[in-house]
């Protein structure tokens, strides 16, 4: 089974950047797809960003313009850029790898944006 390892959450200002990162175990294109998912306290996991096989890329409407979603197909890893960070933003971030209907996940990274 993939394993997925996340880096960069932290603590940042409203208005600030972060950078997070996930490096798979494996080939990110025995995937359908790779994506960021985030689940705040008392909320469902939501998907943030995707970015399939074919590179097409899906943004939650509330991140778009904010967050970009990039890989690097040949460290199998991806990144996602998020900058004019909310309070809003803060949540547990997952990096996933979709294949159909598989989900799998990574230990999650904290993410808190304070006012």
């Known amino acids: 089974q993939v394993q997925l390892v996340e880096s960069g959450g932290g603590l940042v200002q409203a208005g600030g950047s972060l950078r997070l990162s996930c490096a798979a175990s494996?080939?990110?294109?025995?995937?359908?797809?790779m994506a960021w998912h985030r689940q705040a306290p008392g909320m469902q996991r939501e998907l943030v960003a995707s970015?399939?096989?074919?590179?097409?890329?899906d943004l939650l409407d509330s991140v778009k313009g904010r967050f970009t979603i990039s890989r690097d197909n040949a460290r199998n890893m991806i990144a996602l850029q998020m900058d004019n960070l909310k309070p809003e933003d803060t949540a547990v971030y997952y990096c996933?790898?979709?294949?159909?209907?598989?989900?799998?996940w990574g230990q999650g990274t904290q993410v808190t944006v304070s006012s």
């Open positions: 970015i399939n096989v074919g590179g097409r890329i």
């Open positions: 494996e080939n990110i294109f025995n995937f359908n797809a």
């Open positions: 996933a790898a979709h294949l159909l209907s598989r989900r799998y």
